[in-house]
């Protein structure tokens, strides 16, 4: 029996290790994700391309790296599962969407909102890329270890689906921050 030509196992095996690469890649290093919604007006509009970059969180999973994420990260999670707005169906399929939110309190944080300011361990936050609107006031909670608070740029009322109305995020339910948009304007998003 003869083996087959050298030219197409050779391609064989280049096709093979780039698809383990791509996989490698976009597993455990960076893949793109589109904002679809208004949530994040006006930082973001629906459309956006932004680098979910996935490296942070498996280096937190593995116990190195640096502090992850950080106050002001955008962060590409799924909504707790308990939560009536985690669902959507989609094709006759029921999934859980994944939501792109601004990081606004770390674990351990004390957070609030009062007289429409997000208030974290008793000081106001600096938000210049939110927009105008209303927020109702929210007496002070601490943010459990393991998550975090997330807020929509857009804060007119009904425009954003965040931890005001399903609490704090989970830290195994996120993707990774995604702080540098590709499309339309490439750049980092401001904090």
């Known amino acids: ?11 064989w095996r280049a096709w093979v290790l780039s698809a383990a690469a791509a996989y490698l890649l976009t597993t455990f290093g960076f893949t793109l ?4 919604g208004d949530s994040m007006n006006p930082t973001l509009n629906s459309g956006d391309v932004l680098v979910l970059l996935k490296y942070p969180r498996w280096l937190r999973a593995w116990g190195l790296g640096g502090p992850y994420p950080r106050r002001g990260d955008l962060l590409i999670f799924k909504a707790p599962a308990d939560s009536p707005y985690a669902y959507e169906t989609l094709y006759g399929l029921r ?6 939110k601004r990081v606004l309190a770390l674990p351990g944080d004390t957070v609030a909102v009062r007289d429409g300011r997000v208030v974290v361990n008793g000081r106001a936050l600096a938000e210049s890329y939110a927009s105008e609107g209303f927020v109702d006031d929210q007496p002070a909670l601490r943010v459990p270890a393991g998550k975090v608070w997330v807020m929509g740029d857009n804060r007119r009322i009904g425009e954003s689906l965040d931890s005001r109305v399903y609490g704090p995020v989970d830290l195994r339910d996120a993707a990774g921050p995604a702080d540098l948009r590709l499309w339309p304007r490439p750049g980092l998003v401001p904090r």
């Open 1 to 11: 029996m003869s083996s087959p030509p050298t030219s197409s196992r050779d391609s």
């Open 33 to 36: 994700a589109r904002v679809d």
């Open 95 to 100: 999934h859980r969407q994944y939501n792109v």
